[in-house]
Nanobody, 109 residues
Framework: QVQVVESGGGLVQDGGSLRVSCAAS????????NGWYRQIPGKQRELVAS?????TNYAESVKGRFTLSAMNLQMDNLTPDDTAIYYC??????????WGQGTQVTVTS
């Protein structure tokens, strides 16, 4: 089992920056991949960035603006379209997938 806790969301103006962090505890030795997803109420959760086996991938909408490093997501040049609840996901070698409770990111115009 892995416990996942996100932090660092908040309110920022258009063009601003935020950093959301992900902390994992429990069976962390089994972690093989991590990523960030976001969800707007009424819409499907979408992948923002993921890291596995030394490779990092980003959604087209955030490329060049977001950086995933050590399970933390640095978000620069934010726009109101980035407003969502952001979730950290951890995957383990025994096919486990764990989610945090989410952190709200709100970008005002």
């Amino acid at each position: 089992q892995v416990q996942v806790v996100e932090s660092g969301g908040g309110l920022v103006q258009d063009g601003g920056s935020l950093r959301v962090s992900c902390a994992a505890s429990g069976s962390t030795r089994r972690i093989v991949a991590n990523g960030w997803y976001r969800q707007i109420p009424g819409k499907q959760r979408e992948l923002v960035a993921s890291s596995s086996g030394g490779s990092t991938n980003y959604a087209e909408s955030v490329k060049g603006r977001f950086t995933l490093s050590a399970m933390n997501l640095q978000m620069d040049n934010l726009t109101p379209d980035d407003t969502a609840i952001y979730y950290c996901n951890i995957r383990t070698s025994d096919w486990g997938s764990y989610w945090g409770q989410g952190t709200q990111v709100t970008v005002t115009s």
